[in-house]
């Protein structure tokens, strides 16, 4: 996971996280992106994301041999 990518979930996981806590968004619909938040957040600080292995895909610029 390149190192923009880490920077758009951090930040995704912050506006969600932003919305929810003001009550703006709630309920079922809240819990559940709440819930993808912490996933962003934890594939984040560990550069990794099951997906993409799933698929082989990568959004890092360098390959890995």
Do not use: Q, V
């Given at each position: 996971m390149g190192s923009a990518e880490r920077i758009i979930r951090m930040v995704i996981a912050a506006v969600i996280a932003l919305?929810?806590?003001t009550?703006?968004?709630?309920?079922?619909?809240?819990i559940i992106l709440l819930i993808a938040a912490a996933i962003f957040v934890a594939t984040s600080f560990i550069s990794f994301c099951p997906?993409?292995?799933i698929f082989g895909a990568s959004a890092c610029s360098i390959q890995e041999e």
């Open positions: 919305l929810f806590f009550n703006i968004m709630s309920g079922t619909i809240g997906i993409y292995k």
